[in-house]
């Protein structure tokens, strides 16, 4: 599942503060630019070599890219036409919505009917290898949560 709009992980606040107000006053997402603003980082380099630094750039410059492009096709149209267009968009968005919702909750009996029948192990298994797609789905709350106990047997007097 891509994640077009996710942050990467690097945390530096400022530097994404600095890259949020560029976004917001449309100016130009460069290392140049954020060198210029940033307190700590002094040279472009230091951005474009840093892994995390260079990601989170990267990330910044395809969201201005986006915007850039939605703000130019809406330039060009009405404001009706527009409206109409982001209508349908809020549209499409609340199905989606929902088509997640009935997933998730599907995904959710389905893995708990497994689990009664004794092969959760094997289900576990299988996603073992797909430790994102596991966290994914626990942020989607599709995994169920259950409390195990243990089983006493009876005592006899």
């Known amino acids: 599942m891509p994640k077009e ?13 600095i890259l949020e107000d560029l976004l917001a006053n449309d100016e130009p997402i460069t ?18 070599r840093h892994p995390g630094r260079s990601k989170l ?7 201005q890219e986006q915007y850039r492009r ?24 609340a199905e989606l919505e929902q088509q997640v919702a009935l997933l998730t909750a599907s995904h959710v009996a389905m893995i708990r009917a497994v689990g009664e029948l004794g092969g959760f192990s094997k289900w576990a298994q299988f996603f073992a290898n797909y430790r994102e797609s596991r966290i994914e789905l626990e942020r ?7 409390e195990v106990t243990q089983l006493t047997p009876p005592t006899r007097n």
């Not at 709009?5 to 690097?10: Q, Y």
């Not at 130019?72 to 009706?80: D, F, L, R």
């Not at 989607?140 to 259950?146: D, K, Q, S």
């Open 5 to 17: 709009n996710t942050v990467p992980a690097f945390e530096d606040a400022e530097m994404k503060q």
């Open 31 to 48: 290392a140049r630019a954020i060198a210029r603003l940033h307190s700590k980082v002094n040279a472009a380099s230091s951005i474009t």
């Open 57 to 63: 750039l990267a990330h910044y410059q395809e969201r």
């Open 70 to 93: 939605w703000s130019g096709k809406t330039s060009k149209q009405s404001k009706a036409v527009t409206s109409a267009a982001l209508a349908d968009k809020d549209m499409r968005i």
């Open 140 to 146: 989607l709350g599709a995994l169920p949560l259950a």
